[in-house]
């Protein structure tokens, strides 16, 4: 048990409250000490009932069950990997900025789970984060199951086609992409390569409140201290390479 103590503890702060709630909600539905009913996004009782829990909850729960219980370790694998690499990588020492980039890619699920009816958010938001790090190490070459080898930008798709199979469906997964990709086109894409103006911009009572932990620039439309190691040294006409990060597997 000191073991499991010690690796939990040694997961970065916001992924393993991430991941202990990820755990935790499904575990009570299961046990019966909540019903599921009471968990999911229904729009009807978020907006005129005022259950206004419903968003959060349905963030964290997963049905798990002899049909769904594969799916949902799989994707808590993926959260607990890939949230981890970016905390502790394009985001290592700003917890405030990966915390708004959850926030941001969480109420843009919402709203869409809201407009398409959709009661569980948990898939979306970790497909999301995991989209946002293949774009940062998109030139990486990753090592998929069966040994399959392929660059990280292809990864979110071919997740999406797992899941398919062993799911049944690519909803999720999709608006996932799709969310992750609005981020990373709005945070990096937007203003870094093609000039524009910068769009978000982390609270500063989120500073306040997760201040950062070493020097340097901090908040969005500026690379991470890793980004900017991994761009051209002869300045690449102002675009930048996305190609640094880990391959898939490594702790």
Known sequence: MSDIGDWFRSIPAITRYWFAASVAVPLVSKLGLISPAYLVLWPEAFLYRFQVWRPITATFYFPVGPGTGFLYLVNLYFLYQYSTRLETGAFDGRPADYLFMLLFNWICI??????????????????????????LNRDMIVSFWFGTRFKACYLP???????????????????????????????????????????????????????????????????????????????????HNWGQGFRLGDQ
């Open 110 to 135: 919402v709203i869409t789970g809201l407009t398409m009816d959709m009661q569980l958010l948990m898939i979306p938001l970790i497909m999301s984060v995991l989209y946002v790090w293949a774009q």
């Open 157 to 239: 798709w071919v997740i999406l086609g797992f899941n398919y199979i062993i799911g049944g469906s690519v909803v999720n997964e999709l608006i996932g992409n799709l969310v992750g990709h609005l981020y990373f086109f709005l945070m990096f894409r937007y203003p870094m390569d093609l000039g524009g103006r910068n769009f978000l911009s982390t609270p500063q009572f989120l500073y306040h409140w997760l201040p950062s932990r070493r020097g340097g620039v901090s908040g969005f439309g500026v690379p991470p201290a890793s980004m900017r190691r991994a761009a051209d040294p002869n300045g690449g006409g102002g675009r």
